[in-house]
């Protein structure tokens, strides 16, 4: 007897291991005025100084999450983030790679999701991003449809889960009736939404939109500033090229916008926009019927080193496309025959994470070649093209 799809299996599991789904309704207004209950706790104690200065706390270092290609990850512990885009700029693949990061090394993570009602498309995407049913028991996914109890909170927190992403964050505010513009709507939405979940140690990665035609120097979420001052682990933009998508090859240029701990910034490169840091590219492929979707993070190439292979590579293969006739190249393959012709040897990994460079810095285009094949062409070339027309 024939098996169930793979992702029909995924989706069987996750609901033969949930509880009856989570909805959330309205929490007690907080009071105005202060409780004149006593607390052995008032939050207003100063600090014990002595640990931090003998050096026995460790600064905060992004040990969560999503891989770049050289190794780093992106999220601190414990600590809250966003990453903010315009629609199918990636921002779901990234939240969902980090959160495939961790289950894959056997991690709790929660997915609130306010703008789907049902966890099929997410169930979809873990299962392209490599996540196996045995692990979907640390898995819990909720798409509320009514503001969150306290009480509701409290039992996703058995067990504490590594990981908390917020998936629509404009969404999850208008559920609670917070204005999206206002910082007490950003404020409410913290205490009830993020805090709860720092406060057991797990890192809040927040999903939010920027408002259309934004400021591509800026990048803030939409709504109040405050949704970025509070943040203390960092703020992760992304500034789309090419959108993602099914049969859609999706390129977002990272930055980081926020970087409270400080670690992120040291490893990217600064832009001429001050607070706005290079930190490398997101590519998503699902073009190839043959091939399973790919979605790469590749770290910035370092301009100033000569002994960058992918960047020599990459302008290897751009001399061997230009000096083609119309400086292109009908598929991959023959782009591969066509440089061991020219004696150059590269293994196919290294040749298409240089083809990802020259795509993302806009130094070669992709063609329809043959049979629905996908070939390159030299920018040069289209530029030559667009100005004789």
């Not at 989570?22 to 014990?48: A, I, K, L, Q």
């Not at 991690?107 to 169930?123: F, G, K, L, N, W």
């Not at 299962?127 to 009514?146: E, N």
């Not at 073009?287 to 000569?306: G, H, I, Q, R």
Request: charge should be negative; charged fraction near 25%.
């Amino acid at each position: 007897m024939s098996k169930a799809p793979a992702g029909e299996r995924f989706l069987e599991a996750l609901k033969n291991t949930e509880p009856e789904p989570v909805f959330f309704e309205d929490m007690p207004p907080e009071p105005d005025e202060p409780s004149d209950e006593p607390s052995d706790v008032t939050t207003w104690e100063p600090w014990d100084l002595g640990p931090y200065l003998r050096g026995e706390i460790e600064p905060s270092q992004p040990s969560l999450g999503i891989y770049r290609s050289d190794r780093q990850q992106f999220i601190y512990p414990g600590l809250e983030h966003s990453i903010v885009g315009a629609t199918e700029s990636g921002k779901t693949w990234f939240a969902l790679q980090c959160a495939a990061t961790e289950l894959n090394v056997g991690r709790p993570v929660i997915y609130i999701h306010y703008e789907e009602c049902d966890p099929a498309s997410t169930v979809e995407r873990l299962r392209k991003l490599g996540v196996g049913d045995d692990v979907v028991t640390l898995f819990r996914f909720v798409t509320p449809s009514r503001p969150v109890r306290a009480e509701w909170v409290a039992e996703l927190l058995r067990p504490a889960p590594v990981l908390v992403v917020h998936d629509g964050v404009n969404e999850a505010m208008y559920l609670h009736g917070a204005e999206i513009k206002a910082a007490e709507g950003a404020s409410l939405f913290r205490r009830r939404l993020v805090i709860p979940f720092v406060e057991v140690g797990a890192a809040v990665l927040a999903c939010d939109h920027i408002p259309m035609g934004a400021d591509p120097n800026r990048l803030d979420a939409y709504g109040s500033v405050h949704k970025g001052n509070a943040l203390n682990g960092a703020r992760i933009a992304l500034e789309n090229k090419k959108p993602f998508g099914r049969g859609l090859r999706g390129v977002s240029n990272v930055f980081v916008t926020k970087d409270r701990p400080g670690s992120l910034r040291a490893s990217g490169r600064s832009t001429k926009t001050p607070g706005k840091t290079y930190v490398g590219s997101l590519v998503g492929d699902d073009t190839d019927p043959f091939e399973p979707f790919a979605l790469n993070f590749y770290a910035p190439k370092d301009d100033d080193s000569d002994t960058d292979k992918t960047t020599t590579l990459a302008d290897t293969i751009l001399a061997v496309i230009d000096a083609l006739e119309d400086q292109t190249v009908g598929s991959s393959r023959m782009l591969f025959a066509e440089m061991r012709k020219a004696g150059y040897k590269a293994t196919d990994a290294a040749m298409r994470s240089a083809l990802d460079d020259l795509i993302v810095d806009g130094r070669i285009t992709e063609v329809r070649g043959a049979n629905n094949s996908r070939g390159y062409r030299s920018a040069s070339e289209d530029q030559s093209k667009g100005g004789a027309s």
